[in-house]
């Protein structure tokens, strides 16, 4: 969820070491965004800007080791279980063909025939491809995987991800 124009990148699992260093989850599947990014922020209440000295790889996918300027081991360990904020401007342009997850929220789900299904509320990342839970007024809300077998079309421009047939899938999970 988008905090006040901030993104979820790491889920801070544990410190690390004696330095004020943090072991850190991402909380997205491009493995190469922590090396671009150099500051992070931590809302209310702690409302704290971190500085990234450096980042390095754990041995588990998707876990890093970050230190950061001014971090000591005290308040390090005050941010376990917290979540770590980017700001959408220090993110990297994505390729046209690439978009970031945080841009799904909120996307009118369509069909081709223009039936609408609902809309995005959360992104769960599931290694190969992400599930979107799709809230909707008429039915259930029900997940949807964003891979091209039901996604014929991602139009950020105009707030729709346009989908084939997902009766079936819907019907499912009734």
Do not use: C
């Not at 150099?38 to 809302?43: C, E, G, I, K, V």
């Amino acid at each position: 969820m988008v905090k006040k124009n901030l993104i979820p990148l790491y889920k801070v699992l544990s410190t690390h070491g004696l330095k004020g260093n943090l072991k850190v989850a991402l909380l997205s599947s491009e493995e190469d965004l922590p090396q671009k990014i150099q500051t992070l922020y931590l809302p209310k209440p702690q409302e704290k800007i971190l500085k990234v000295k450096e980042v390095k790889k754990a041995p588990v996918q998707y876990q890093f080791i970050i230190s950061f300027e001014d971090l000591n081991y005290d308040e390090a360990k005050t941010l376990i279980n917290q979540i770590l904020y980017a700001k959408p401007e220090d993110l990297p342009e994505p390729s046209t063909e690439e978009i970031y997850y945080f841009q799904l929220e909120d996307l009118e789900v369509v069909d081709l025939v223009g039936k609408l299904w609902g809309k995005v509320v959360k992104i769960m990342p599931m290694g190969e491809y992400a599930l979107l839970l799709i809230k909707s007024e008429e039915r259930p809300n029900f997940y949807l995987p964003l891979v091209e077998e039901y996604v014929e079309e991602i139009n950020l421009s105009e707030g729709v991800l346009k989908v084939k047939d997902i009766s079936a899938l819907v019907e499912a999970q009734s």
